[in-house]
């Protein structure tokens, strides 16, 4: 989706100089986490593309620089009045070092779903200074009990992206890029879920390096920015897909839906099977550990290879906080992705030598990763789920073709949307 750029020549609604005190602010607490040319990636996608690790950050995700940078600038009275927030985990842990830092008693509504690796980081982080109130499914049902907990204390709300000072804190990033990096850059991707870091970012390249095109980047399952800008005005989505927690929100910001307006030049969203598959890829082939939206922005360089050919591309790697309980789930989606992972519904003859009979069309290469089968004695047909590993997507057809010609009685499934709620 290619956006409409007349606004981006406007003074970008984020003022450097908030940005510059943010960084000045930031500076005793905050890593400057390296810029790193990756050599696997401008191999393959033919560019150089540099890797923005804030995945290094003490709290593994940039997250702590907005909310340090809202939190130590409060007044001393609102620093009394205690900190509320609303976060599926990355914020959370940024806010829980910020109460713990300065000294200031918060509370921290997560939704129930959020990873307990996550959970177990902000409460280690915060310490005796935080509370962690586990309420709702998504970060919205979180947010909203939050809110009504500010109206009942009077304590004062950090809102992890919609918010200026926030967004200033996050557009420390992009400060440190361009004073990192030894060449001009053509591109820079910024996953976005609320849409705090791409307006920090997007406003500090457009008055920095105003030649370089920003990309928003978004999880297929929320893609609430990429829908607010093709509306050209904010829309909440009614359903979301939570996989990608960090930037699963079902309304973007208010502050950053304007900024974006002016700043993005291309938003593109990204499918969650791809995101496993990246996630994967980047801890075999670089021993990177990221979570799903920090693997979202790599994940999107496959949507503009031909593009960025011969370009400098800077990703921001905005988040290491993965759950290794969530291991499984992620190979399951990317292997379901790829085409490796077939399962399907095949109703067997209730005679001897009907399996025999199925396991004959596998091909050598084929494993059967799953089966259930339950046998109805009052029944000429037994259905069974058969799940089937492959080892190349090619190998798909033949085995469809095999099925077909031994008149197996099947039913492909992968695209049965009940699927991820009985198997992944």
């Known amino acids: 989706m290619q956006m409409n750029t007349s606004a981006v020549d406007a003074a970008p609604l984020?003022?450097?100089?908030?940005?510059?005190?943010?960084?000045?602010?930031?500076?005793?607490v905050v890593d400057q986490t390296p810029l790193m040319k990756n050599h696997n990636l401008s191999q393959k996608y033919n560019c150089n593309i540099f890797l923005k690790r804030e995945d290094m950050q003490a709290v593994?995700?940039?997250?702590?620089?907005?909310?340090?940078?809202?939190?130590?600038?409060?007044s001393p009275s609102e620093k009394a009045s205690g900190i509320v927030c609303a976060s599926a985990g990355n914020h959370a842990q940024g806010v829980a070092f910020a109460c713990a830092h300065l000294k200031i008693q918060g509370r921290i509504f997560?939704?129930?779903?959020?990873?307990?690796?996550?959970?177990?980081?902000?409460?280690?982080?915060?310490?005796?200074?935080?509370?962690?109130?586990?309420?709702?499914?998504?970060?919205?049902?979180?947010?909203?009990?939050?809110?009504?907990d500010c109206k009942?204390?009077?304590?004062c709300f950090v809102h992890p992206f919609d918010d200026l000072s926030v967004i200033a804190g996050q557009g420390t990033v992009a400060s440190e890029i361009l004073d990192q990096v030894d060449v001009g850059l053509d591109y820079i991707l910024v996953a976005v879920g609320g849409g705090g870091l791409i307006s920090g970012v997007?406003?500090?390249?457009?008055?920095?390096?105003?030649?370089?095109?920003?990309?928003?980047?978004?999880?297929?399952?929320?893609?609430?920015?990429?829908?607010?800008?093709?509306?050209k005005t904010l829309t909440?989505?009614?359903?979301?897909?939570?996989?990608?927690?960090?930037?699963?929100?079902k309304e973007v910001g208010k502050l950053t839906f304007d900024i974006c307006r002016q700043v993005v030049d291309k938003s593109i969203v990204v499918p969650e099977g791809k995101i496993c598959s990246?996630?994967?890829?980047?801890?075999?082939?670089?021993?990177?550990?990221?979570?799903?939206?920090?693997?979202?922005?790599?994940?999107?360089?496959?949507?503009?290879?031909?593009?960025?050919?011969?370009?400098?591309?800077?990703?921001?790697?905005?988040?290491?906080?993965?759950?290794?309980?969530?291991?499984?789930?992620?190979?399951?989606?990317?292997?379901?992705?790829e085409g490796l992972k077939h399962?399907?519904?095949?109703?067997?003859?209730?005679?001897?030598?009907?399996?025999?009979?199925?396991?004959?069309?596998?091909?050598?290469?084929?494993?059967?990763?799953?089966?259930?089968?339950?046998?109805?004695?009052?029944?000429?047909?037994?259905?069974?789920?058969?799940?089937?590993?492959?080892?190349?997507?090619?190998?798909?057809?033949?085995?469809?073709d095999r099925m077909q010609a031994h008149g197996i009685n099947y039913q492909h499934i992968n695209k049965n949307p009940l699927l991820f709620e009985m198997l992944v």
């Open 202 to 231: 997007g406003s500090y390249f457009k008055t920095h390096s105003p030649s370089t095109k920003v990309i928003s980047v978004e999880a297929e399952g929320a893609a609430g920015m990429k829908t607010s800008l093709a509306n």
């Open 343 to 400: 399962y399907f519904i095949i109703k067997f003859p209730q005679r001897a030598g009907a399996l025999r009979d199925f396991l004959s069309v596998l091909g050598p290469d084929d494993d059967i990763a799953h089966f259930e089968y339950t046998k109805k004695t009052n029944r000429e047909n037994g259905p069974a789920m058969v799940g089937i590993e492959l080892k190349s997507h090619q190998d798909f057809q033949p085995l469809i």
């Open 110 to 148: 997560m939704p129930n779903p959020t990873p307990s690796q996550k959970i177990s980081k902000v409460k280690q982080f915060g310490g005796e200074w935080i509370e962690v109130v586990m309420h709702g499914d998504t970060y919205d049902d979180a947010c909203d009990k939050a809110l009504e």
């Open 278 to 337: 990246t996630i994967l890829s980047l801890y075999n082939n670089e021993a990177i550990v990221v979570e799903p939206a920090g693997a979202v922005s790599i994940a999107a360089l496959d949507f503009i290879a031909e593009e960025i050919e011969g370009k400098n591309v800077a990703i921001i790697v905005c988040g290491g906080n993965n759950d290794i309980q969530r291991t499984q789930e992620i190979r399951e989606r990317a292997m379901l992705y």
């Open 14 to 28: 984020v003022p450097p100089a908030l940005i510059a005190e943010a960084k000045a602010r930031l500076s005793a």
């Open 60 to 74: 593994r995700s940039f997250k702590i620089r907005g909310a340090y940078n809202k939190i130590s600038s409060l």
């Open 152 to 155: 009942l204390t009077g304590a």
């Open 236 to 249: 909440r989505l009614e359903t979301i897909d939570t996989f990608a927690d960090g930037i699963a929100v």
